[in-house]
């Protein structure tokens, strides 16, 4: 995959890959609310040797204390230590625990020691230090007897005592919380890529002119700029033949898109001619529930009673277009559009309409749009770009009958992505996308 292949991806998917930082980044911050707060005192030791007073004898005595000292680190924290200031101090924890809270380094080429302790309050942490550098000490002036009444060889001097710490020194909660982040991009960029992997849906109008056996005659991006220029180009391309007045648009998606309906209506009107669009979709989604036909009576009422649909037809002033909406339909309403009622209804709207628009439910939700196109002059199938799989597509085209001559093609229809606005508005919506 190139860089554009990545981009793409993200502004497919980012919604995972939020979804997947937002719940990395809570379990780390979950996480860091449960460790205990430690806080560390310090304190510095300078280890020196006794040595003559020529200048020779003190470098050599400053070589023995460097190589000592590499045993004085290990000596602060070992187990005698840790004994002596757990009973000295008498602590219920036992001598491990407090092993494993002290630590000693040593700066290199230096004679110094760093001895820190960690508590869990700040004056506990000043406390345990001193006695632990008090305990080490000690035990390097015992080791380091030569003889019962002589000095050490080697003394222990406290340079820095340890101050009581003003904040504290643990948990490093920023580093969770970076670290959840960061887990949270990488599983989100991986489950971003298998999802891409293992979604089915069209993309790109390329990848339907491999399989589809009728021609595409428009690219509709839905809110672009482009939009309406698209719907010209396909209202020209449809008014080559005259004869072409009743035109049935319906989906070839799982769901029904009446926008392509509805502009495609606008754009006929635009040029002065009389336009009618028929809500025919017996699923419940077609225009209707936009325009102002969506309380009165409309085709199922004049499927049902023999009535002139003149009175049915109401302006949508907004579009520009006049709309007989699908009206009250109940059970019968389905098996009535496949009667001659239905074609003549057609018959007395093409007497007053240069354009008749007929909306129809998706091929693979009803058979309407089957029986509709043999009452219509010519048939467009709508498919939406990344909410179709090749499969419904060919599934849709093998029920409505892939040699049926009223599909003279489809139109490819595509809405802008969603905005972060989107997401928290309809949070379920963008993750099925």
């Known amino acids: 995959m190139g860089l554009i292949d990545y981009w793409r991806l993200l502004r497919r998917r980012w919604p995972i890959i939020v979804a997947a930082v937002v719940i990395c980044a809570g379990a780390a911050y979950g996480y860091a609310?449960?460790?205990?707060?430690?806080?560390?005192?310090?304190?510095?030791?300078?280890?020196?040797?006794?040595?003559?007073?020529?200048v020779n004898d003190s470098y050599q005595g400053g070589l023995a204390a460097q190589q000592r000292v590499r045993s004085y680190v290990d000596l602060a924290n070992s187990v005698t230590v840790a004994t002596y200031v757990h009973d000295q101090l008498g602590l219920k924890t036992s001598v491990d625990d407090l092993r494993?809270?002290?630590?000693?380094?040593?700066?290199?080429?230096?004679?110094?020691?760093?001895?820190?302790?960690?508590?869990?309050?700040?004056?506990?942490?000043?406390?345990?230090?001193?006695e632990?550098?008090?305990?080490?000490?000690?035990?390097?002036?015992?080791?380091?007897?030569?003889?019962?009444?002589?000095?050490?060889?080697?003394?222990?001097?406290?340079?820095?005592?340890?101050?009581?710490?003003?904040?504290?020194?643990?948990?490093?909660?920023?580093?969770?919380?970076?670290?959840?982040?960061?887990?949270?991009?990488?599983l989100g960029l991986g489950a971003a890529l298998l999802r891409d992997k293992l979604d089915k849906r069209v993309r790109t109008s390329t990848e339907l002119e491999a399989f589809l056996p009728v021609p595409i005659l428009g690219i509709v991006d839905d809110g672009r700029p482009g939009a309406a220029g698209?719907?010209?180009?396909?209202?020209?391309?449809?008014?080559?033949?005259?004869?072409?007045?009743?035109?049935?648009?319906?989906?070839?998606?799982?769901s029904s898109e009446p926008d392509v309906a509805i502009g495609l209506a606008r754009t006929f009107a635009d040029t002065g001619a009389r336009v009618v669009l028929v809500d025919a979709d017996s699923t419940g989604h077609g225009s209707t529930r936009r325009s102002p036909a969506a309380a009165a009576a409309?085709?199922?009422?004049?499927?049902?009673?023999?009535?002139?649909?003149?009175?049915?037809?109401?302006?949508?002033?907004?579009?520009?277009?006049?709309?007989l909406g699908l009206g009250g339909m109940d059970f019968r309403t389905p098996d009535l559009l496949d009667s001659e009622r239905f074609s003549d209804i057609i018959s007395k709207l093409r007497t007053e309409f240069d354009h008749i628009i007929i909306e129809a439910a998706p091929v693979t939700a009803a058979a309407d749009a089957i029986a509709l196109a043999r009452r219509c002059d010519a048939t467009i199938g709508v498919?939406?770009?990344?909410?179709?799989?090749?499969?419904?597509?060919?599934?849709?085209?093998?029920?409505?009958?892939?040699?049926?001559?009223?599909?003279?093609?489809?139109?490819?229809?595509?809405?802008p992505p969603k905005t972060l606005g989107q997401l928290v508005k309809q949070p379920l919506n963008l993750v099925k996308r």
């Open 383 to 415: 498919i939406e770009l990344g909410q179709t799989t090749s499969s419904q597509v060919r599934g849709a085209l093998a029920t409505f009958g892939a040699d049926n001559k009223r599909m003279i093609g489809t139109v490819v229809f595509s809405r």
């Open 298 to 323: 409309g085709l199922s009422e004049l499927l049902r009673n023999n009535t002139s649909p003149t009175a049915s037809v109401l302006a949508w002033p907004e579009v520009g277009i006049n709309v």
């Open 230 to 254: 698209e719907l010209r180009r396909l209202r020209t391309r449809l008014t080559e033949d005259p004869e072409l007045v009743s035109l049935l648009v319906t989906s070839l998606s799982p």
């Open 132 to 186: 632990v550098v008090s305990q080490f000490r000690a035990l390097v002036s015992r080791l380091e007897v030569i003889q019962t009444d002589a000095a050490p060889a080697a003394r222990a001097e406290v340079i820095d005592k340890a101050q009581t710490p003003s904040q504290p020194s643990g948990p490093q909660k920023k580093r969770y919380y970076i670290l959840g982040v960061l887990a949270g991009l990488v």
């Open 33 to 54: 609310g449960t460790l205990p707060t430690t806080y560390t005192a310090s304190s510095s030791v300078y280890v020196s040797m006794a040595t003559g007073t020529s």
């Open 100 to 130: 494993g809270r002290i630590s000693a380094v040593s700066p290199p080429a230096t004679t110094i020691i760093v001895i820190s302790v960690t508590d869990s309050t700040a004056t506990g942490a000043r406390t345990l230090t001193d």
